[in-house]
């Protein structure tokens, strides 16, 4: 029986998309790259804001004319699994979060072959990739008013970390250069075992993994970040570690984040920018936002433009507020969606100002980069230290490192030529 799987949404539900790839293929089934070319497909949904969520079900329905059977799985299960409705039901299985580790004996397949020595990472277009997520935790420690995720995955519940060690090391045996720890909220890892390990603590248990791999940490809460900044910012000190902070602040408006329930004030956010800037001038810095939240007024929109501004993240995601059924948030009174409009229109055309700006910096510099995948026309994408990206004119085998020189930036990226080396 051949498997397809598709991943929507954040880099946690993309480690669960290829976990259970891997978990398929160890219990014999044939990973197929297309819905047409197999008998079940399995969907892992993200359900952040309605649109999304209404893009889920649509791709339900197309999956389920393409291939016999769906099986979905992720955020919208099983808390919206009633907007899924139309033929392809009676061949659909909604499989929780906690239990997709179950999904090939449920596919009758668990044992009916002898699972395969070494398992290949699952194809992207025609290119292995050679990176891979490492899902750190399900749930968070926060109770934000808006957040669906919250409410799909639950409390924190931590893996070991010796269990996150072992998988560290399983995706550098199936040849990844580049691991992705990932979870709502990195920073809160370890917050429910016992002695209450911090994250600080599992990057020295991975630091002892031998292997010239690099190591991207993912989004944390400023909250969780207040209890380890100092022992975080030395973990960054190791060269595979990239110098990156994905530090969501949502508003810079401490009124908006009071009635967000985030936990932090902007001064908090602020500080641990500063405090991280000051021990790595080069530090990327990603931040989200959220426009339009309920109440949001004028002079609350006003503050988060002032402290973007201050701060020039090198990467701003900006997402409107979309009421979820079930959060605090959906009984507030949201705000006019012309207005939600144009201010997401202002603070985006900021975005690519500050970030352009910020980047531009680069240009003229040489930095080492590493191949990581493959783009449009021939072209490759490979990061630097600091996990900036940088588009390459031409193809490089992925996984190598290369010595580039930055000729130009755009608003969300580099450009970089190899330096006395041609392919």
């Not at 969907?43 to 999304?52: D, H, K, N, R, Y």
């Not at 699952?122 to 957040?147: D, F, I, K, N």
């Amino acid at each position: 029986m051949r498997v397809y799987v598709e991943s929507y949404g954040c880099s946690q539900n993309q480690g669960e998309g290829s976990a259970i790839a891997r978990d398929l293929a160890r219990h014999g089934y044939g990973l197929a790259d297309a819905p047409q070319d197999a008998e079940v497909s399995v969907l892992v949904t993200c359900g952040v804001i309605g649109s999304t969520e209404a893009r889920m079900v649509r791709r339900w329905a197309e999956l389920g004319r393409r291939s016999g059977r769906v099986v979905v799985t992720g955020c919208l299960v099983p808390l919206r699994t009633g907007e899924f409705r139309g033929p392809a039901l009676d061949r659909t299985t909604f499989l929780p979060i906690h239990r997709q580790g179950e999904l090939p004996a449920l596919l009758d397949g668990a044992g009916r072959s002898e699972p395969a020595g070494r398992i290949p990472l699952p194809m992207v277009g025609a290119a292995r990739p050679v990176w891979e997520e490492v899902v750190l935790a399900q749930g968070c420690t926060s109770g934000c008013s808006y957040c669906f995720s919250r409410l799909a995955r639950g409390p924190i519940a931590s893996l070991p970390a010796d269990a996150i060690v072992e998988r560290v090391r399983g995706a550098l045996s199936r040849g990844a250069r580049e691991v992705r720890l990932t979870g709502l909220d990195t920073a809160a890892w370890g917050a429910d075992l016992p002695g209450r390990p911090r994250l600080p603590d599992l990057l020295r248990a991975i630091a002892a993994v031998d292997g010239d791999y690099r190591l991207r940490v993912g989004m944390m809460s400023p909250q969780s970040l207040a209890e380890c900044l100092s022992d975080y910012l030395e973990s960054l000190v190791d060269r595979r570690v990239y110098r990156f902070l994905h530090l969501p602040v949502q508003s810079g408006s401490d009124r908006i984040l009071d009635a967000m329930h985030r936990g932090y004030d902007v001064r908090t956010f602020r500080a641990q920018v500063a405090a991280a800037r000051e021990r790595f001038p080069d530090l990327h810095l990603s931040t989200d936002v959220i426009v339009g939240f309920p109440g949001e007024t004028d002079d609350d929109h006003a503050a988060t433009e002032r402290l973007i501004e201050e701060v020039a993240p090198e990467t701003l995601n900006v997402t409107r507020f979309s009421s979820r059924p079930g959060t605090v948030a959906a009984r507030l009174r949201p705000i006019g969606p012309r207005v939600a409009k144009a201010r997401s229109r202002s603070i985006t055309t900021l975005r690519q100002r500050v970030a352009r700006r910020r980047l531009e910096r680069w240009i003229g510099r040489t930095g080492t980069v590493r191949v990581l995948e493959y783009g449009p026309g021939g072209t490759a994408v490979a990061r630097l230290g600091n996990y900036l990206p940088v588009a390459l004119p031409e193809r490089a085998p992925l996984g190598r490192d290369l010595e580039v020189r930055i000729d130009g930036a755009r608003s969300t990226y580099l450009l970089g030529r190899p330096t006395g080396l041609r392919f």
